[in-house]
């Protein structure tokens, strides 16, 4: 299945966004096999960053070095879902300002909410980062009238474990970007969130 044939934004009513850099993953997907979906940010402004770009995208690179220091054999895109690990973003279109407004968050959510119904036997979400912490707390207070993470500084909260249901969820920080990799203490904390969310799958 392609994510991108079942959700789609129509009109782009975000005032805060490039919708040029519009992008859902759009490679076919084996919903049944994921066990961890993780969420970043936004997707970059350049497409061929992406995480499902043909070739070798910033997105991806930055990425798989995260699940190499966190023990896994991977190489490419592929080999992460292979793990059961799909990757989307929070928002669907690349950012114009450093910060997403709270009205292209529940704008955004919309489509959130529609793909991660998607994935029937998901164990773990990955949420890299506040505004996909946000956006899901959002998502799960509609559905549930509670939100699951609650506030405070990612790395005060990130060693606790949270759940909805037998559902884990990880509060974590971003592994695609430029300052990422030079970040060391974020870059370990990621490397253990994900080595901790796979011993789930």
Known sequence: ???????????????????????????????????????????????SDYFYAEGNPFYLQTTLQTFHDAGADVNSIQDILDLGVFITTAVKCGKTRYAISSDTMKNCSELLEKEIALFPNVRAFMLMGDVAIKMMNNIWKKQTGKKVIPAGSTYKIRGEAFYLGDTRMFPSYTPAGKNF?????????????????????
Do not use: H, Q, W
């Not at 850099?21 to 994921?34: G, H, K, L, Q």
């Not at 990799?181 to 799958?201: G, N, Q, T």
């Open 1 to 47: 299945m392609k994510i991108s044939e079942k959700i789609k934004c129509i009109d782009f009513p975000c005032g805060d966004i490039d919708k040029n850099a519009y992008v859902v993953p759009d490679c076919d997907i084996y919903i049944d096999n994921v066990k961890i979906v993780m969420i970043t940010e936004a997707p970059p402004n350049e497409k």
């Open 181 to 201: 990799l030079i970040e060391k203490s974020k870059r370990r904390m990621v490397a253990e969130d994900i080595r901790e969310a796979l011993k789930l799958v």
